[in-house]
């Protein structure tokens, strides 16, 4: 069956030689810089929390490192999301999105041996909202580089393209977070801290959105 | 497909041959309509074609190639359904009004616009005609003119302003 002569002038009109996309594990690495610039930036711009040495080398750095690695991971399921069929199974998606809005909570377990350290009297909020914009903000330049990434393919579910990198940049703000705040109260850790990486898996997804209905 | 990456037409009507017929099949059990899945056809390959950097040399090429003309048939069944509310949303506009439309006053509206329409350049024309009378997207006018989507927005956008410059300078 030939093509017909309207499709086959459109297409000569435009063709040239075309260098595919690299593997979407290989384009996340993209964002290793900018990982790493959040996770030393975030703390070196406020404070290093108090209990660094109590905490020693692994369950500080090690920790945020391996935080940041698998907001990496979740940016690169994002990256092969937006490749034509190869979008994620909704098991996949489900799994990742709980396991890493739970993210945050599971560390502070395995770091704290309480869970009473947490915001004075009357400074909830105060605080909550301080750890919570620190983190947001961190995340919007991996948002952004990552919107890029993802732009440059075809993202068929670009809600749930863009979700996946926005909780990608979420998880890897709050690695540099967790080692300025060392508050271990459950509320604080779910809702500033949680909630800063739930909001950056929204901001994503809308992100996503917008740049799917500009591109038509 | 990989010669195809490489800019060769021929390796395009390779693919095509061994694709078409397949994702026409596959379109038609989508939406049950032969002509419609053979605009499809066309919307998909130009899709392909877009986007075919995307394609990972050394991967089967159906899954990636059938995902593009699932999304193709979505995206038209959405702009339908857009297309067929606004419709509906007219309908009940006219039936619900206070005062009924004037008959004539409606023959002279649809004349006025007929004629403005008729002093914009065809190429605008054209763009006009399909973004905001049948509701296509400009990624679709793109694809079935064979122009950039920045070209097809351009034109129509181009087409409804010189519509409105010489509405207001008819005399009433």
Known sequence: ?216 | MADYLDGRLDAFDGVYAALAGRIRGYLYTLCRDASLADDLVQDTFMQIHRSRRTYEPGRPVTPWVFAIARHVFLMQRRTAGRRQRFADALAADALHTDRPRDEAAAVIDRDEVRRTLRQVPPEQRQAVLMHHVEGRSFAEIAARLGIRVNAAKTRAFRGMKKMRETMKGSPD
């Open chain 1, 1 to 216: 069956m030939p093509a017909p002569k309207p499709l086959r002038d459109a297409i000569e009109r435009d063709l040239k030689s075309t260098r595919p996309l690299r593997r979407p594990s290989t384009r996340a690495l993209a964002l290793a810089p900018v990982a790493a610039a959040i996770l030393v930036g975030v703390p070196l711009l406020h404070a290093f929390r108090g209990d660094m040495d109590v905490l020693g080398f692994v369950r500080a750095w090690g920790f945020s490192i391996a935080q940041t690695v698998l907001g990496l991971v979740v940016i690169a399921l994002a990256l092969r999301e937006s490749i034509p069929g190869r979008s994620l199974a909704a098991g996949t998606v489900a799994t990742t999105v709980v396991s890493g809005l739970a993210l945050p909570m599971v560390l502070v377990v395995m770091t704290s041996s309480r869970f009473d350290i947490g915001p004075g009297p009357g400074l909830a909020l105060v605080d909550g909202a301080a750890c919570f914009k620190t983190s947001a903000l961190a995340a919007v330049p991996a948002i952004i580089v990552a919107a890029i990434l993802a732009a440059r393919a075809f993202p068929l579910r670009p809600g749930i393209a863009g979700g996946l990198y926005g909780l990608g940049a979420g998880l890897m703000a709050d690695a540099g977070l967790r080692l300025y705040c060392d508050y271990s109260v459950p509320s604080h850790v779910l809702f500033a801290h949680g909630g800063a990486v739930a909001a950056s898996m929204v901001a994503g997804a809308c992100v996503a959105i917008v740049v799917a209905r500009g591109q038509g």
